[in-house]
């Protein structure tokens, strides 16, 4: 996490997944309750050293490694907090003060503080100990959503591969010579890291679907998910089949799972050297670091579908079976991570192939740049998670004055809208396409995907196939001769939103007269539909507010929603 992500945060405010604590030399006694509460529902993330209103007021930097301490001795102790919560604690300096943050996953178990059970409710901590209705609700939903923590009773640690511990052993060492679990057996990690369980409710104890994943010989986790299965494929040449691949696929457990891929990756991609500081950093390890480690952690393993890790000449495409916390693009800076499996993320954590909660989706961003100059990753949450990693870069930037023209906006915009364009990324096998071919590509993407947003009121009778599109006289030079008003005024304001832009130069740049229509017809179904936001979203009526796209924005404008629902 950067200073700009984190003053990102605080200006959203306190909310569900969001809590601010004033606190100098002392973690607050309200820390522990909020912990739990977050830990019960859906996560999230606590600041020490900002006040309830936002304002940064900062720790004390000469307490910061005993407020560290305290925190991480606290939380694993059963006396303060059961079963315990593994936390990684970190600083950030802002120009007010500095800033503890500090990441809670979303639980697969029940936890209390000194035997209160707290949910959370928008702001606030509830204790809920007494209340059989929530407390049911709770049991029931954690059974449910995390599927990792399915109880085996008759799982065993005969169908485990005592291999496997000692690699665990000698991976959490290596990465944190002084963690706890370095201090237990096979049996007490086991129960440390909640992979041996007991249900309330039901009163069912035994090992986990997680423990099983881990830690499980070959034939106990197909036995447990016969479907179960990774992929590994280059495609450069073939690329109806494959140029190389692994073989046969991973149906092992997840430690040589990861281990596997990052060598695959190896094996076919170039490394390539960055001098963060005084550290030479290997580009291609920090980005495939996160992504595997990603998608490992966040599979919904009694899927049947398989994991896919794809590799072209353009991009690397890893598919994965998922439970949608959400459906769409993840926005990096705005997102808030939802962990799928906590106990499976705990132990990559551990082995450090994973850091905070996040990370992957932030740090690819950041070092991908680095890797392939201009490109982003894509992160599409839907029923199959998709990570797109580019690894050419291609964007509308590049055919700016044909895009300008074709639009037809006010010259006096041009400059504002091809520096824009430059952050609109398109599809990386569209490399070093024409403008005719890349339009030929954006229509019916945009015809597909703005039918489907029930918001913009797309109009539907319009061209968009290509035979259709290249019978329409001078189509790739008048988007006037080939998009309906409704539609061409849609991508217009949205194009002009890839740089913030206040109403009245929207307005201007299409010489629109009506304030009020303007807003209802483009404006608002934009905003409703998720594509664009306020720049001051908490003062939405603040005269200074001025519109910008979203990174759903960005991907619909694009064309990467079609690239990616492929």
């Known amino acids: 996490m950067e200073t700009k992500d984190l003053q990102y945060l605080i200006n959203q405010g306190e909310g569900l997944r969001m809590e601010f604590k004033d606190a ?8 522990y309750e909020t912990v739990v509460s977050f830990s019960n529902t859906d996560g999230g993330t606590i600041l020490l050293g ?18 560290t301490k305290n925190i991480i001795t606290a939380l694993n102790s059963r006396d303060c907090i059961d079963p315990p919560v593994y936390v990684q604690p970190f600083c950030i300096n802002l120009p007010d003060g500095k800033v503890m943050v500090i990441q809670i996953a979303a639980s697969s178990q029940i936890h209390n503080y000194s035997g209160t059970i707290y949910s959370r409710d928008f702001e606030s901590d509830l204790d809920i100990t007494k209340n059989q209705q929530r407390l049911s609700d709770l049991y029931l939903r954690k059974r449910n959503f995390f599927t990792e923590a399915i109880i085996y009773p008759h799982l065993t640690m005969a169908d485990f591969d005592d291999r496997l511990f000692e690699k665990a052993f000698t991976l959490i060492r290596n990465n944190k010579s002084d963690h706890p679990w370095l201090l237990a057996n096979k049996e007490q990690l086991l129960r440390e890291a909640t992979l041996w369980r007991k249900d309330f409710q039901t009163g069912q104890e035994g090992l986990t679907l997680a423990a099983a994943l881990i830690f499980g010989k070959d ?14 494929m280059l495609r450069k040449e073939n690329l109806d089949r494959y140029d190389d691949r692994i073989n046969p696929p991973l149906r092992t457990n997840l430690i040589d799972t990861y281990l596997e891929l990052k060598a695959f ?46 590799i072209t000449a353009s991009e690397v495409v890893i598919t994965n079976p998922n439970k949608p916390y959400f459906h769409g693009v993840i926005d990096p800076l705005g997102f808030n991570p939802y ?15 994973t850091d905070e909660i996040g990370s992957g989706v932030r740090n690819t961003n950041k070092y991908l740049p680095l890797y392939v100059a201009g490109a982003h990753p894509v992160f599409l949450e839907n029923d199959t998670f998709k990570t797109v990693v580019p690894l050419r870069f291609a964007s509308l930037g590049f055919y700016a004055d044909s895009f300008i023209s074709w639009l037809e906006i006010s010259e006096n915009y041009a400059s504002h809208l091809s520096a824009g364009l430059q952050q609109i990324e398109l599809p990386s096998e569209w490399f070093e396409q024409t403008w005719e071919q890349v339009l030929l590509h954006l229509v ?3 015809h597909q995907k703005g039918t489907q947003l029930n918001a913009l009121n797309w109009y539907e009778n319009q061209v968009f196939t290509e035979v259709e599109i290249k019978k329409v ?21 949205l194009s002009l939103c890839s740089l913030p832009i206040a109403q009245s130069e929207l307005m201007a740049a299409f010489d629109y007269k009506n304030a009020k229509t303007f807003r209802d017809n483009y404006l608002k179904p934009l905003r409703e539909s998720g594509l664009i936001v306020f720049t001051k979203p908490e003062k939405p009526t603040d005269p200074d507010n001025k519109y910008v796209v979203t990174q759903q924005g960005k991907a ?3 064309g990467l929603f079609q690239s990616i629902s492929n």
């Open 24 to 31: 100098k030399n002392s973690v607050p006694s309200s820390f």
């Open 50 to 67: 900002v006040d309830d209103d936002g304002i940064v007021k900062g720790i004390n930097p000469d307490a910061e490694v005993d407020l």
């Open 219 to 232: 034939e106990t986790i197909q036995s447990l998910l016969p479907a179960y299965k990774v992929e590994g």
């Open 265 to 310: 990756v190896n094996k076919h991609l170039s490394e390539k050297f960055f001098m963060e500081g005084d550290q030479r950093v290997d580009l291609r390890d920090k980005i495939f670091r996160e992504v595997i480690g990603n998608a490992i952690v966040h599979r919904e393993y009694t899927s049947a579908l398989s994991t896919e890790l794809i």
């Open 339 to 353: 962990p799928k499996n906590p106990n499976i993320r705990k132990f990559f954590t551990a082995f450090g192939w």
């Open 444 to 446: 019916p993407s945009w």
């Open 473 to 493: 006289p001078i189509w790739h030079e008048k988007s006037t001769q080939l998009l309906k008003k409704k539609n061409r005024f849609l991508i217009g304001t």
């Open 556 to 558: 619909f404008l694009g």
